[in-house]
């Protein structure tokens, strides 16, 4: 499954943290200058989005919220009856987005899918990226992850596990995941990934109604009590929550999870960092990197912004930035919360049988907030 967690924690830093920033600067000193000059560049106007790069949507659980499931080819060849005959991108790719990202100032990978760490190619992918050139993290539902896999991930060179956590009630995670014995695998990769030295960040879904429930505040207290940041993530209506709407999250969740935002190490990617307040970070925080080079704003929007194999880095970055809907800064969340946004996308992502919908006929340059 796809969540967004991301590398934007607020200023929480626990000792052991800096700790690993300070060891980060002694492996790595390129890539620690280039995530200590995010913070000048965005002074600047200017941008340094994390690239979630999804190479593969192979993943061996089935979970009820996904939002990649639309990508998977199980998908297509169920509901569409068809192969997907868009050529997939492989290693050469990674490698010219890397230098292409490495030029612009870029520092952040976040490998996703899918389960990356299904991935065959998951090393040569890791490579490809150059953990000696941007901070690479990779997310995980941690089946796989014991304290072999973790020592190894750390030894080619990825810094930070996403690991994806939906409930403190064995069952009720393992339900959530379709996937008996989930549970107990998450907590066994959360102590091989802070064993083997990799930073580590919790990663949950919030539906509707969860965020004032003691399951959820147990969850607060263990990732607080363990040191590890909690990134929670509302369930949006794309994905398979557009079959679940039952699962969107109401205003009262939101409100609740920024009480709790004071006591506790959690956070979403819309919490106030360094004293700023980001709000939405379609392009300016974030970009998403599909299998087929597809660049989309924001994991859970399916509109393309240009294929990378026709149109540069930089100028599909400056497509968003000067989108009206996504450059701007806006305290909303527009496929979460904006009606009219919300409608434009399903009416035109319904049917559509390969997702983003490409540069033109979703998101374009004659793009307006007003009808
Ligand atoms: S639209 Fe903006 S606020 Fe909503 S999930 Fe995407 S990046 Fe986050």
New binding site residues.
């Given amino acids: 499954m796809t969540t967004?967690a991301q590398d934007t924690q607020p200023n929480k830093l626990t000792p052991a943290e800096l700790a690993k920033r300070e060891g980060l600067r002694a492996r790595k000193h390129y890539v620690a200058d280039k995530l200590a000059a995010i913070t000048e560049m965005e002074e600047r106007g200017e941008i340094s989005p994390i690239i979630r790069l999804e190479k593969s949507y192979l993943c061996n659980f089935q979970c009820t919220h996904c939002s990649a499931e639309y990508y998977m080819d199980r998908h297509q060849k169920k509901v569409f009856k068809i192969k997907d005959a868009r050529r997939k991108i492989d290693l050469d790719d990674i490698r010219e987005l890397s230098r292409q990202a490495d030029e612009l100032g870029l520092a952040r990978f976040v490998i996703t899918g899918g389960e990356p760490l299904v991935m065959k190619d998951f090393d040569a992918v890791v490579e490809a990226i150059d953990p000696d050139k941007h901070y690479v993290i990779t997310d995980t539902n941690g089946w796989f992850l014991d304290d072999a896999k973790a020592r190894h991930l750390k030894s080619i060179g990825v810094e930070k596990v996403q690991l994806s956590l939906d409930s403190m009630i064995e069952a009720d995670h393992d339900a959530f995941r379709n996937k008996p014995g989930s549970y107990k695998k998450v907590m066994r990769a959360i102590d091989a990934s802070l064993n083997a030295g990799l930073n580590l960040l919790l990663s949950t879904v919030l539906i509707k109604g969860r965020a004032k429930s003691p399951e959820f505040l147990d969850m607060c207290r263990f990732a607080t009590e363990r040191n590890v940041g909690l990134y929670v993530?509302?369930a949006?209506p794309t994905g398979s929550c557009t079959e679940h709407p039952e699962f969107v999250i109401e205003k009262e969740d939101a409100d609740i999870l920024r009480e709790l935002e004071k006591d506790y190490n959690v956070f979403t990617?819309?919490t106030p960092t360094y004293g700023s307040f980001k709000?939405?970070?379609?392009v300016k925080?974030?970009i998403t990197v599909t299998s087929t080079f597809e660049v989309t704003?924001?994991?859970?929007?399916d509109f393309s912004l240009g294929n990378l194999r026709e149109t540069s880095l930089k100028e599909v970055l400056a497509r968003g930035m000067r989108n009206p809907w996504l450059g701007p800064y806006r305290p909303?969340?527009?496929?979460?919360e904006d009606p009219k946004f919300i409608k434009l996308h399903t009416e035109k992502t319904r049917g559509v049988t390969h997702l983003p919908v490409p540069w033109g006929q979703g998101f374009s340059d004659t793009d307006t907030l007003t009808d």
């Fill in positions: 967004m993530s509302y949006k990617h819309m709000g939405c970070i379609t925080g974030i704003p924001c994991p859970y929007i909303d969340c527009i496929i979460g």
